[in-house]
C-alpha cells in the first residue's frame, strides 16, 4: 500500500517561499501523478497541481506564476514550492497520488501558517 | 474554468438513504470523470467513488455513484446511513486546464 508523508515548515513568514517535500513509500514514485492539495483552516480542498514522474507539470492557473512542483526519482519524493506567500495561503497542505484526474492516495497533510 | 457546486449540508436519519448533488457549472458533467471523497473530522480525505461510479476495495457498497447528464449533475447515494458516515463530502472533476473540486457538503446522521 503506497503511503506518503509530508515534511517541511510549519511557519513561513509573508512573501517568503513555502517549501514542502513528500515521501512515497511502499510503491514506486515512477507509476503514479503525484500532487499538491491545500484546505485553509475551516475551508474546502484547491488542487495546487501535479508532475508525473518524468517531470511533467500541470498547475493551477489561480497558483501558476507562484508555485514549482519538482521530483527526484532517486529518493522517492517530490516536492512544492509556493513563492510570495500571504496569509492566505495558510493551509493544511497534502501530497497525493494516483492518475492524472483523481487522487488514489492521500498524505496526512501537515498545517503551514503564514505569519510574521 | 468551471465550477462544481454543492449544498453546504445535508442531514438524514441512521438506516435511510441521502444523496449529494454536484452541478458543473459549464462543459457537460459526462465527459470528465467525477470522482467522491470522504473526508471525517480531523482526518485527511479518502475516496469512496472514483470514475464516475467505482467503488476503490474496501468502500462499503452503500456508496454509490452516478451522472445526470440532463441536469448536469453527479450525484453521491450512500444508503443504510451509519453515524460513521458523518463528514465532510468532496466531488471534483477536471478539464484541460485544471482540477476542480465542489465546496463540500457536510453530512450530518442525526
Known amino acids: 500500500q503506497v503511503q506518503l508523508q509530508e515534511s517541511g515548515p510549519g511557519l513561513v513568514k509573508p512573501s517568503e517561499t513555502l517549501s514542502l517535500t513528500c515521501t512515497v513509500s511502499?510503491?514506486?514514485?515512477?507509476?503514479?501523478?503525484w500532487s499538491w492539495i491545500r484546505q485553509p483552516p475551516g475551508k474546502g480542498l484547491e488542487w495546487i497541481g501535479y508532475i508525473y514522474s518524468s517531470g511533467s507539470t500541470k498547475y493551477n492557473p489561480s497558483l501558476k506564476s507562484r508555485v514549482t512542483i519538482s521530483v527526484d526519482t532517486s529518493k522517492n519524493q517530490f516536492s512544492l514550492k509556493l513563492s510570495s506567500v500571504t496569509a492566505a495561503d495558510t493551509a493544511v497542505y497534502y501530497c497525493?497520488?494516483?492518475?492524472?484526474?483523481?487522487?488514489?492516495?492521500w498524505g496526512q497533510g501537515t498545517l503551514v501558517t503564514v505569519s510574521s | 474554468n468551471f465550477m462544481l457546486t454543492q449544498p453546504h449540508s445535508v442531514s438524514e436519519s441512521p438506516g435511510k438513504t441521502v444523496t449529494i448533488s454536484c452541478t458543473r457549472s459549464s462543459g457537460s458533467i459526462a465527459s470528465n470523470y467525477v470522482q467522491w471523497y470522504q473526508q471525517r473530522p480531523g482526518s485527511s480525505p479518502t475516496t469512496v467513488i472514483s470514475e464516475d461510479n467505482e467503488s476503490p476495495s474496501g468502500v462499503p457498497h452503500r456508496f454509490s455513484g452516478s451522472i445526470d447528464s440532463s441536469s448536469n449533475s453527479a450525484s453521491l447515494t450512500i444508503s443504510g446511513l451509519k453515524s460513521e458516515d458523518e463528514a465532510d463530502y468532496y466531488c471534483?472533476?477536471?478539464?484541460?486546464?485544471?482540477?476542480?473540486f465542489g465546496g463540500g457538503t457536510k453530512l450530518t446522521v442525526l
Open positions: 471534483q472533476s477536471y478539464d484541460s486546464n485544471t482540477w476542480v
Open positions: 511502499g510503491g514506486s514514485i515512477s507509476s503514479y501523478y
Open positions: 497525493a497520488g494516483g492518475r492524472w484526474y483523481r487522487v488514489d492516495y
